[in-house]
């Protein structure tokens, strides 16, 4: 039990282009979900929390505009990276949690930006 | 807030010997710890966790873990290494009181296990 996927794992766009990045909890229903970035070697980063039905929460000194987030339903939420640079290119992660404390983890998405 | 320390970001150790990844944590209400796992362009595993209770805790693939509230530490061991035990491990933290409930990572520890 307890599953969440990412789609896709990879993905590699262009430039000024956006992508988006899909979280699904597959077998159960998420009332918090979090978005987190991990560059290589590094720690994971939290980007933003969101709530279903609610707007999400970003953390300081990540862009709201640019790193859209939508909880749309209880089993799903999106990233997605608008206007896609280089430096946006990193490993994006997300978890869903239920209820109490425990968040489970998606695969990740590694996205490239050429 | 909460802050977690993992010490050394590289740790290397021979097959069949001691692991030891050492965590220290920083919270002002009783802590809920964790560690996990990352093998390489993977998303985290759960090993093991801390909420209440007995302060050893065992988790998966033979590890374990200590909470030692006067240390404020949670440091992960396993008796004997073995060469699939080689990936990232973070430390996290999260307060036990509190709506936000957030996770707060270490900055990991890069495990090397040599044959």
């Known amino acids: 039990g307890a599953v969440v996927s990412q789609h896709p794992s990879r993905v590699i766009c262009k430039s000024g282009t956006s992508v988006k990045i899909e979280c699904r909890s597959l077998d159960f229903q998420a009332t918090t979900m979090f978005w987190y970035r991990q560059f290589p070697k590094q720690s994971l980063m939290l980007m933003a929390t969101s709530n279903e039905g609610s707007k999400a929460t970003y953390e300081q000194g990540v862009e709201k505009d640019k790193f859209l987030i939508n909880h749309a339903s209880l089993t799903l939420s999106t990233l997605t990276v608008t206007s896609a640079h280089p430096e946006d290119s990193s490993f994006y992660i997300c978890?869903?949690?239920?209820?109490?404390?425990?968040?489970?983890f998606g695969p990740g998405t590694r996205l490239t930006v050429t | 807030a909460q802050s977690v320390t993992q010490l050394g970001s590289h740790v290397s150790v021979s097959e069949g010997a001691l692991v030891l990844l050492r965590c220290n944590y920083s919270s002002s209400v009783p802590p809920y710890l964790f560690w996990y796992v990352q093998y390489p362009n993977q998303g985290l595993q759960l090993l093991l966790k801390?909420?209440?209770?007995?302060?050893l805790v065992k988790g998966i693939n033979g590890f374990e873990a200590e909470f030692k509230k006067s240390e404020t530490s949670f440091h992960l061991t396993k008796p004997s290494a073995h060469m699939s035990d080689a990936a990232e491990y973070f430390c996290a933290v999260i307060l036990s009181s509190g709506s936000a409930r957030q996770l707060t990572f270490g900055s990991g520890t890069q495990l090397t296990v040599l044959p």
């Open positions: 978890s869903a949690r239920e209820v109490g404390y425990e968040q489970y």
């Open positions: 801390y909420t209440t209770g007995a302060t």
